[in-house]
């Protein structure tokens, strides 16, 4: 039965979600800061110093808001939630494997995987639009984002989280 069931998997065209693999270079760049106050010193533009929270303002917390009760997160599980940059230090390894790409994978499952591709146009609203999907590019600059704030220090202390 065991075969049959590896056997069914690897004939499957459906992808699989996976790290992407990717590394935070040294120096970690600090143009993939959560917000411009998060990464002290950073040289880059104002949407490279912000590039995290960008991200998930324009791809994901439509459905991914600590605000959102479940009845109006259109199928995105709870703790899933990316209004903060604790949140997303939550799940980072699911963000990367449903939205990032690297050397090992190119994920493109979100947005809009579980929703046909739809997405709401007003954050816990009904799936009324297409959903708008970041470039190949955006999903590299996400992983690499995802690989440097699993690298930082962090100072959780106003995040109302009790700390260790």
């Known amino acids: 039965m065991r075969s049959l069931v590896l056997l069914l998997v690897a004939c499957s065209n ?3 979600p996976t790290l ?15 917000t411009a106050a998060s990464t002290p010193g950073c040289t880059g533009t104002a949407e490279q110093c912000n590039f995290g929270k960008t991200f998930m303002d324009t791809y994901c917390i439509a ?10 997160r259109n199928g995105a599980p709870l703790y899933h939630d990316f ?12 963000i990367d494997e449903q939205t990032g790409i690297g050397p ?6 979100m947005p809009g995987d579980g929703t046909g591709g739809r997405c709401p146009s007003t954050p816990g609203g009904s799936l009324d639009i297409d959903c708008v999907q970041p470039t190949d590019q955006e999903r590299r600059d996400l992983a690499m984002w995802i690989a440097c704030e699993r690298n930082r220090t962090h100072d959780l202390s106003d995040a109302g989280v009790a700390g260790p």
């Open 14 to 16: 459906t992808a699989v």
């Open 20 to 34: 992407t693999g990717t590394e935070c270079p040294s120096p970690d760049p600090l143009t993939f800061g959560y």
């Open 63 to 72: 459905c991914h808001d600590s605000h959102l009760k479940f009845s109006m």
């Open 83 to 94: 209004d903060t940059l604790i949140g997303v230090l939550e799940v980072p390894d699911h």
């Open 104 to 109: 090992k994978a190119e994920n493109h499952f």
